[in-house]
């Protein structure tokens, strides 16, 4: 729908993004002066005692009209946050109930994380009755009252979040996870947003393993320092199998050295473009005790991958996949994008058919996101290129592709465990794993649940410390850009160490994590030598008292 004045009396920047992301989900679009569809847009939020009142004012043709709607505040909830739900449930329904625009999957819930409400709700009690059985419908009910989620939406919710119970049950406050983040691919992908680089020359990867390296042991002193227990670990990036297999593999022995222990439940390697992955590698994350891999081909038509840039072949799926798969007993995930350009339903129905008869142990879907850094938004932005080039299928073709994979998946047994949305998604959908039962991704299910403590190591990796007690999230960012974090590692290692202080109490004696011996045992193993020497659901600030205490532990 085209409007030509828009007018939201409120100059709070919550309520703003709040009103923006319902009229975007709507695609509502600004005129400029030309033929629109409405030539006022007029909101009024008020908030009388319990109640939060929404009036539109929206006229065409010379004629005005005035809609409203009103709902109550939860007692039971935060108040500010009722507030902002209840702007935007009252304007999706004027919308939908009296400008007549058909509802989005996903109503009013734009959060990235939207399993954490229903785990929040079943923490406090809701939706459990007195004998300790999960109310599914209760939930799923509540969802598409406070949320405008399709009644199908809340249930596949509910049945993700009940799923995660056993996972995120059997965890504490020294279970941690560990994620390293390594910057490079082979190409960049024409919708990719992520802060990745072309794999550069030796001399700059040797730079990027020597502070890598620093990174990593000093991560290592943290875990240490509080007795942390590492439960999973992830390297992801990038594709961290784009590095050559000489520095691969020491990337691995610097991984394994410093994190690994019996603890650990998980380890996973981002393999993701095949074209990356070597027989010397497999035998590498072999050797060092990887668990779970990943063979992400995006599609299984070759006019995509040559139109996205990926420049493989679908036969190297098949072969890294082959070879993944008789090396040893790795859990292999599988990557596939919905809404890809140039795509319908019956090229996304081919590709689903030839990934399920691989039968990986998880296939994970995402719908085509153009985030702001990708070079397809880019040039769909630019007046100059042509839209028709990319041919982008259409929300209710993607909507197609995914009810399609559901009714695929089920029918050979995998069961969603993840879940998580994007802001401009493909559809107004989800991305979200499927997999077998018992190959469950642990790791995936902690980051997206945030009440893990994930260490972050390398370009972009975040640090996430959840204060279970104050209700509140600390955490540190490593710089996205590389020339920066190899300049300025020393500060996000301090950064770290402080955040880490926030919450955590240091304890005074920790024994090695993994013994010498076994590194070089497993170093002897290994096909490849190294030959050369020339890598809260708030976000809020913490007080200055705490931070300036915090930092005082930390030294």
């Known amino acids: 729908m085209r409007i030509n ?26 005129a400029h002066g030309g033929d629109a569809d ?24 010379g004629s005005e009209r005035i809609f409203k709607a009103s709902d109550k505040i939860r007692p039971e909830e935060k108040r500010s946050s009722e507030i902002h739900r209840l702007i935007k449930k009252n304007l999706y329904t004027i919308i939908t109930e009296n400008l007549k625009l058909l509802g989005v999957p996903y109503g009013i819930m734009h959060g990235v994380r939207p399993t954490k409400i229903v785990h929040r ?20 009910r509540r969802l598409k009252n406070d949320y405008m989620v399709s009644y199908e939406k809340a249930q596949l919710l509910t049945e993700v979040a009940i799923r995660q119970l056993p996972i995120l049950k059997n965890s504490d406050d ?14 960049r992908c024409l919708y990719c947003s992520f802060p990745s680089n072309v794999l550069p020359s030796d001399d700059k990867v040797e730079q990027f393993m020597q502070v890598l390296t620093k990174d990593i042991e000093s991560a290592a002193k943290e875990i240490k ?24 593999a020491e990337m691995l022995e610097k991984v394994f050295k410093n994190f690994y222990s019996d603890s650990v439940e998980e380890f996973t390697v981002e393999c993701g473009r095949p074209d990356t992955i070597t027989v010397e590698k497999i035998n590498t994350m072999k050797n060092f005790k990887v668990s779970r ?67 990986p142990d998880d296939i994970t879907l995402h719908a085509l996101a153009l985030k702001r850094g990708s070079a397809l938004q880019t040039q769909l932005a630019d007046e100059i290129s042509a839209v028709e080039d990319f041919e982008l299928p259409s929300d209710d073709e993607v909507r197609k ?46 980051i997206m649940d945030e009440r893990q403590t994930v260490i972050g190591v390398g370009s972009a990796a975040s640090t996430k410390v959840p204060d279970n007690e104050e209700m509140r999230m600390a955490s540190t960012f490593h710089a996205k850009d590389l020339t920066t974090y190899l300049r300025d590692v020393d500060k996000y290692i301090d950064n770290r160490a402080i955040t880490l202080a926030e919450v955590h109490k240091p304890v005074e004696v920790i024994e090695e994590i993994t013994p010498e011996s076994v590194v070089e045992e497993i170093m002897s193993e290994s096909v490849v030598e190294k030959v050369s020497e020339d ?13 300036k205490k915090a930092i005082k532990n930390a030294e």
Not at 121 to 140: E, K, N, Q, V
Not at 226 to 245: C, D, N, R, S
């Open 174 to 187: 020294k279970k941690i996870s560990v994620y390293i983040g390594i910057p490079f691919c082979t190409t």
């Open 225 to 248: 320092r509080y007795a942390f227990k590492v439960q999973t670990i992830y390297i992801g990036g990038g594709t961290p199998t784009a590095l050559p297999e000489i520095f691969f």
């Open 293 to 359: 891999v990943s063979v992400n081909p995006q599609t299984m038509q070759q006019k995509t991958l040559d139109r996205i840039g990926r420049q493989h072949s679908v036969e190297q799926i098949y072969t890294a996949f082959e070879q993944l798969r008789n090396s040893t007993d790795f859990k292999i995930n599988m990557d596939l994008i919905l809404g890809l350009p140039g795509e319908n339903l019956a090229d996304f129905q081919d590709t689903l058919e030839k990934v399920l008869n691989l039968n």
């Open 121 to 140: 709700w079943m923490r406090s009690g809701y939706g459990i009755t007195s004998h300790g059985i999960i109310d599914r419908d209760r939930l799923a």
């Open 5 to 30: 004045n828009f007018q939201l009396h409120s100059d709070d920047e919550v309520i703003k993004k709040n009103v923006g992301e319902v009229l975007r989900s709507f695609n509502f679009e600004f």
């Open 401 to 446: 592709m995914s009810e399609l994979a559901e009714k695929n998946l089920r029918a050979k047994n995998y069961q969603p465990y993840y879940l998580y949305r994007q802001g401009y998604i493909s559809g107004q959908i989800e991305n979200i794993g499927w997999c077998k039962s018992g190959a469950e991704g642990i790791y995936n299910v902690q």
């Open 535 to 547: 890598k809260p659901e708030k976000n809020d600030k913490p007080k200055k008292k705490k931070r």
């Open 38 to 61: 409405l030539s006022e847009f007029d909101i009024r939020n008020t908030v009388d005692g319990n109640k939060v009142k929404t009036t539109l004012t929206a006229a065409c043709g």
